[in-house]
């Protein structure tokens, strides 16, 4: 598309600068204004604070929320993403929700359709921006996403995508987290994506954890605590708004809060040792908001409510003892963690009572949106009490240049979004975080002369979004691409017996076999496979494409490598690895305990083997 230097929304152009001043109420020009910085901030919240006092008490509510929608145009979606938002929200599009509840920032996702393409997506959001901005006393709207990058992500190619966090964990290496935030956030800001809920600051330290594992940075919080703040300075250095979660930590669970409502149990000593390190870390590093768990800690508050909903939690420990003044995001209101206690209704009044900012994505808007209102005007929660999140939420647009500069053009995404100077950095930071576990007799890396013919089998889960996928594939690719004769057979993760026997037998025509896991168990069939495909006696070399703990299971196999995702950027790394192109340097960012002895640990933390 011809780049207009402001974007596109339809046949529509944006509004010029001149009418996104007027818009804001004069807003941006005082915002300008020179003078020292504390000058500035104090004239910045006297103009914020007339702002919020010319808005109506609906206009209030609607800011603290942020909203799903569906569709790719926010004005003319496809006909299925107009049925979606009507059964859900009771609007047809993004600019009808945001005309109707006023709401103050809005979420994109891959399975509501909002992210097919970066020219795309920028149009989408200049399209709600506009939508909002030509509202009476229109503000512009804060929109986020979660790009955690590894096996979250929700912009995908031609995008970059880069290695997660326990990949940089393995790598050990803060500039390449803040190589990572910086990349990350040009290309989500070039989008018109301000907001991102990244990085995880949970500290893993159960391999059962259902929810979080390798989207961790690892088990060592003064680790995971140093890769935080220099991912948060990436992002923020880049004008995307980073996101420290889940407070007060979600490392230490086998629930997973989307489904059922875990319960932490350290101590309140524990706490501050293992779980806290990363949020001071976070907020020592200026972090722009911190996003809540819907779980209980016991020993921080003894009432049973969730994190979410905890005035002890939020208020007394996160704002007063942490000394926290950013924005406060809840995790998504529609999970079970959260639900389960007080109902849809209830839930937005008791976070916002908690010291909550940001409502995310309830499950049901006009019921939450409402009941915010209702407790407003019944006196349950004061006006001056939302003014209060509002005017948070408000500094945070103000730094972020949304008031100034609410649009993006598609030169941006040109070159920004996906630029080989990214790409190449990303392959570069996959290469130092591969991890190898096993390599007996030095059968790794893998001689091309030795074994030309290779087999590339095993388990190939739903591949990350905008990855190319399957795992297998892209392994077979990209070791093609180095010299070898690769073939690919998939599995699953769940291998039956035929697909074990077709497995044997193509290994037995093989001169190596590459096998991919995902996350072994002592029942797990692909522990079959890969016993039965060692007994072929071909060399197997297993790549562990989730979590490390793979490795304790799989005592017979010759080289073990831990990729820690099953993305394009990880997996091409792990092929150059076995291929020889690169040494591996990573080390294990968990421990590793013994599968027949869970007390003993088999691979400590800062493992890694070389050549």
């Known amino acids: 598309m011809h780049d207009t230097g402001t974007g596109s929304t339809g046949n529509t152009a944006p509004p010029s600068r001149r009418t996104v001043l007027a818009a804001t109420a004069g807003v941006t020009a005082a915002l300008a204004a020179p003078g020292p910085a504390h000058a500035a901030a104090a004239q910045d919240d006297s103009r914020l604070r007339a702002l919020i006092s010319r808005m109506t008490l609906p206009e209030k509510v609607g800011q603290?929320?942020?909203?799903?929608?569906?569709?790719?145009?926010?004005?003319?979606?496809?006909?299925?993403?107009?049925?979606?938002?009507?059964?859900?929200?009771?609007?047809r599009t993004a600019a009808e929700l945001v005309a109707k509840y006023r709401v103050g920032g809005i979420i994109y996702f891959t399975w509501a359709h909002n992210t097919r393409e970066p020219h795309q997506i920028a149009d989408l959001s200049n399209g709600?921006?506009?939508?909002?901005?030509?509202?009476?006393?229109?503000?512009?709207?804060?929109?986020?996403?979660?790009?955690?990058?590894?096996?979250?992500?929700?912009v995908g190619k031609p995008a970059t995508l880069l290695p997660g966090a326990m990949a940089l964990g393995a790598g050990g290496s803060r500039s390449d987290a803040r190589a990572l935030g910086r990349i990350a956030g040009a290309e989500l800001r070039a989008m018109g994506i301000r907001q991102n809920y990244s990085p995880v600051a949970d500290v893993n330290v159960n391999p059962a954890n259902p929810v979080i594992g390798v989207r961790s940075f690892g088990a060592d919080p003064r680790?995971?605590?140093?890769?935080?703040?220099?991912?948060?300075?990436?992002?923020?250095?880049?004008?995307?708004?980073?996101?420290?979660?889940?407070?007060?930590?979600?490392?230490?669970?086998?629930?997973d809060s989307h489904t059922g409502f875990p319960t932490i149990t350290h101590s309140r000593e524990l706490w501050e040792k293992l779980d806290a390190p990363p949020f001071r870390a976070a907020i020592a590093a200026g972090i722009d908001s911190i996003m809540t768990a819907h779980l209980m800690v016991p020993a921080l508050d003894a009432s049973g409510d969730p994190a979410t909903l905890s005035r002890p939690i939020l208020t007394g420990i996160l704002r007063e003892r942490l000394g926290y003044d950013g924005v406060v995001v809840t995790d998504s209101l529609g999970m079970e963690g959260v639900r389960s206690k007080y109902g849809d209704a209830r839930v937005p009044v008791l976070?916002?009572?908690?010291?909550?900012?940001?409502?995310?994505n309830p499950p049901d808007l006009d019921l939450a949106w409402n009941a915010v209102l209702t407790a407003v005007?019944?006196?349950?929660?004061?006006?001056?009490?939302?003014?209060?999140?509002?005017?948070?939420?408000?500094?945070?647009?103000?730094?972020?240049?949304l008031l100034r500069s609410p649009y993006v053009g598609h030169g941006g995404v040109d070159r920004v979004v996906g630029s080989r100077a990214h790409r190449a950095a990303a392959d570069r930071i996959a290469e130092r975080t591969t991890t190898l576990l096993v390599n007996e007799r030095r059968l790794l890396p893998l001689s091309r002369r030795r074994y030309p013919k290779v087999l590339v089998a095993?388990?190939?889960?739903?591949?990350?979004?905008?990855?190319?996928?399957?795992?297998?594939?892209?392994?077979?690719?990209?070791?093609?691409?180095?010299?070898?004769?690769?073939?690919?057979?998939?599995?699953?993760?769940?291998?039956?017996?035929?697909?074990i026997t077709k497995a044997v037998a193509a290994a037995r025509d093989a001169d190596a076999v590459v096998v991919a896991t995902y996350n072994v168990t002592a029942s797990s069939s692909q522990k079959t496979l890969v016993?039965?495909?060692?007994?072929?006696?071909?060399?197997?070399?297993?790549?562990?494409?989730?979590?490390?703990?793979?490795?304790?299971?799989?005592?017979?196999?010759?080289?073990?490598?831990?990729?820690?995702?099953?993305?394009?950027?990880?997996?091409?790394?792990?092929?150059?690895?076995?291929?020889?192109?690169?040494?591996?340097?990573?080390?294990?960012?968990?421990?590793?305990?013994?599968?027949?002895?869970?007390?003993?640990?088999?691979?400590?933390?800062?493992?890694?083997?070389?050549?």
Request: charged share 20%; glycine share 10%.
């Open 377 to 401: 005007r019944e006196g349950e929660l004061t006006e001056a009490r939302l003014d209060e999140s509002i005017l948070r939420v408000l500094r945070l647009k103000t730094r972020l240049g």
């Open 351 to 360: 976070a916002l009572k908690a010291g909550v900012d940001q409502l995310l």
């Open 458 to 499: 095993g388990a190939d889960p739903a591949s990350p979004s905008g990855t190319t996928g399957p795992p297998t594939g892209v392994l077979a690719g990209a070791l093609g691409e180095l010299g070898f004769t690769a073939t690919a057979l998939s599995t699953g993760t769940a291998p039956s017996a035929a697909a």
């Open 531 to 611: 016993e039965q495909l060692v007994a072929t006696g071909r060399p197997v070399v297993a790549v562990a494409i989730r979590n490390p703990y793979d490795v304790a299971r799989l005592p017979s196999v010759p080289a073990v490598l831990a990729a820690y995702s099953w993305t394009d950027v990880e997996l091409r790394a792990a092929a150059r690895v076995i291929a020889g192109r690169v040494k591996p340097r990573g080390t294990l960012p968990v421990a590793v305990r013994r599968a027949d002895d869970p007390e003993q640990v088999l691979y400590p933390i800062g493992y890694g083997l070389s050549y």
């Open 223 to 255: 680790a995971v605590s140093a890769l935080v703040a220099a991912e948060v300075a990436g992002y923020q250095g880049s004008g995307v708004a980073a996101t420290a979660k889940h407070f007060p930590g979600h490392g230490d669970t086998d629930v």
């Open 128 to 154: 709600i921006q506009k939508a909002s901005l030509e509202l009476p006393r229109g503000l512009p709207v804060l929109i986020s996403t979660d790009q955690e990058h590894g096996i979250v992500a929700r």
């Open 64 to 91: 603290l929320f942020v909203m799903r929608v569906y569709g790719h145009s926010a004005t003319a979606p496809d006909q299925a993403d107009i049925d979606a938002n009507l059964k859900e929200i009771g609007v």
